[in-house]
């Protein structure tokens, strides 16, 4: 089993609102991760968890806020957004260590549109 | 900034092998080059990935030259369902910060 999974798979939101995205695992993947895609661009990294704990924040603005509850679920937290935050986010995960590399795995993806 | 360059776009008759190419002419000895395709609206799905020697699985072949400066990810009999953006990255298993470039968009004309 090599998912991920991603709630909702759509979300419209005011300026104003706070929302959520979800992600879950259930691999045993100790490195999550979260990405910004906008159209016809690549996936662009945002924030890494490692063992829970943040390890990479690509400058993000603080209007998105991650959050690792334990090592099976990743959050991110939207407050404030702006109509240019509109994307696809997605998520994934990863084991950590060495050995024959370690194989990212994405969800489909949470589609976000800010009005 | 991306590690990888491929070109922007190919295209390849129902059928016949694809062959897509990449190159990374500044890889470590301790990255991986791995391979994902992006069908239009869904998350990035894994194909293969490799160190240094030749590899294959139900979906894919990877070569990589000896000096492993590029790579040629292989579909074997592409399908029209094999259109999508194929990414290739280089990727340190001790490092966790993955960049992806702008990949190839692949057309699987009929």
């Known amino acids: 089993d090599t998912e991920v999974t991603q709630t909702p798979k759509h979300l419209v939101m005011g300026m104003t609102n706070k929302k959520s995205l979800k992600c879950e695992q259930h691999m045993g993947h100790r490195a999550m991760y979260w990405y910004k895609q906008k159209a016809k661009k690549p996936p662009e990294l945002m924030f890494v968890?490692?063992?829970?704990?943040?390890?990479i924040n690509e400058s993000v603005p603080s209007r998105f806020s991650p959050e690792c509850p334990n090592s099976s679920l990743l959050n991110l937290h939207l407050h404030a957004l702006q109509p240019e935050d509109s994307a696809l986010y997605l998520c994934a995960s990863s084991q950590q260590g060495t050995g024959f590399g370690n194989t990212i795995y994405f969800g489909e993806g949470s589609w976000l549109t800010v009005v | 900034d991306a590690k990888t360059t491929q070109p922007p776009s190919m295209d390849c008759a129902e059928g016949r092998a694809a062959n897509l190419p990449c190159n990374h002419s500044?890889?470590?000895?301790?990255?991986?080059v791995y391979w994902y395709r992006q069908i239009h609206s869904q998350g990035p799905q894994y194909i293969i990935h490799?160190?240094?020697n030749n590899e294959t699985n139900e979906m894919a072949s990877l070569i990589i030259t000896e000096d492993r400066k590029s790579s040629t990810l292989i579909l074997p009999h592409a399908t029209l369902r094999d259109t999508a953006v194929y990414y290739c990255?280089?990727?340190?298993?001790?490092?966790?910060?993955?960049?992806f470039g702008p990949g190839t968009s692949l057309s699987v004309i009929p």
């Open positions: 490799g160190l240094k």
């Open positions: 990255i280089v990727r340190s298993t001790s490092y966790d910060k993955v960049i």
């Open positions: 968890y490692s063992y829970e704990k943040l390890s």
């Open positions: 500044t890889i470590s000895g301790n990255e991986y």
